[in-house]
């Protein structure tokens, strides 16, 4: 039973290009979340995707932007990239409206640098 | 700012002992915690929740303690190995209804001498 898989799973961007993370949630999983991890901090929350909408949004500009797909795998965009979006980005998968709460599972991320 | 932080930065434990790491909350509303692992080079993993009507739930060498009165959270890890470095993650879940979008705190560094 795979996992949750990210990739590319390290990015090497200059400033003011776009890029596009990928990620394939855990099989029987149909909500997809993206997080933001920068060095030493904890995961922020970007945004949450369900049945191919954004369902819930962080503090992050509209620079950063995402897709879900029918067979739930996400998508995120990030345009006119910043130094400051170097980070780790993690996608996590859980089951929206189980019984109880579902725990997010992660992927390894994908470590963005911006140059 | 942010409603979930860690006292200790990071712990340093001999082999064998137990290790407890706390983490505070602010958030009053909040009824869902969860403790993750998160291994150099790996994303986070998740170890042991408790609900906010529990104030304690025990599983496989980990207890995680619930103190709702002065909103406190700890992570005891009994015998501890060194594949338990790390970093540990409290979350507290800020949505709830079904959408299920957790809060990180900074984090504390575990590092377990032989």
């Known amino acids: 039973d795979a996992g949750v898989t990210q990739s590319p799973t390290h990015l090497i961007k200059t400033r003011g290009q776009q890029v596009t993370l990928r990620c394939s949630p855990k099989?029987?999983?149909?909500?997809v979340s993206w997080y933001q991890q920068a060095l030493g901090q904890g995961p922020q929350f970007i945004f949450q995707?369900?049945?191919?909408?954004?369902?819930q949004r962080g503090n992050f500009p509209d620079r950063f932007s995402g897709h879900q797909f029918p067979n739930y795998s996400s998508e995120l965009n990030v345009n006119a990239l910043l130094l400051g979006d170097s980070a780790l980005y993690l996608c996590?998968?859980?089951?929206?409206?189980?019984?109880?709460?579902?725990?997010?599972?992660f992927g390894n991320g994908t470590r963005l640098t911006v140059t | 700012g942010e409603s979930v932080g860690l006292h200790l930065p990071t712990l340093s434990v001999q082999e064998g002992d137990n290790s407890i790491i706390n983490c505070a909350y602010s958030?009053?509303?909040?009824?869902?915690f969860i403790w993750y692992k998160q291994e150099s080079g790996k994303g986070p993993q998740f170890i042991i929740d408790?609900?906010?009507?529990?104030d304690k739930r025990q599983g496989q060498r980990v207890t995680v303690l619930l103190n709702k009165t002065v909103k406190h959270l700890s992570l005891q890890i009994a015998a501890t190995q060194p594949g338990d470095s790390a970093v540990y993650f409290c979350?507290?879940?800020?949505?709830?209804?079904?959408?299920?979008?957790?809060?990180f705190g900074r984090g504390t560094s575990l590092i377990v001498h032989p």
């Open positions: 996590a998968s859980s089951l929206m409206g189980s019984s109880y709460n579902s725990p997010l599972h």
């Open positions: 099989s029987g999983h149909d909500t």
């Open positions: 958030n009053s509303a909040s009824d869902y």
């Open positions: 995707y369900y049945e191919e909408e954004e369902r």
């Open positions: 408790i609900r906010s009507n529990m």
């Open positions: 979350a507290e879940n800020i949505s709830p209804g079904g959408s299920y979008i957790p809060t």
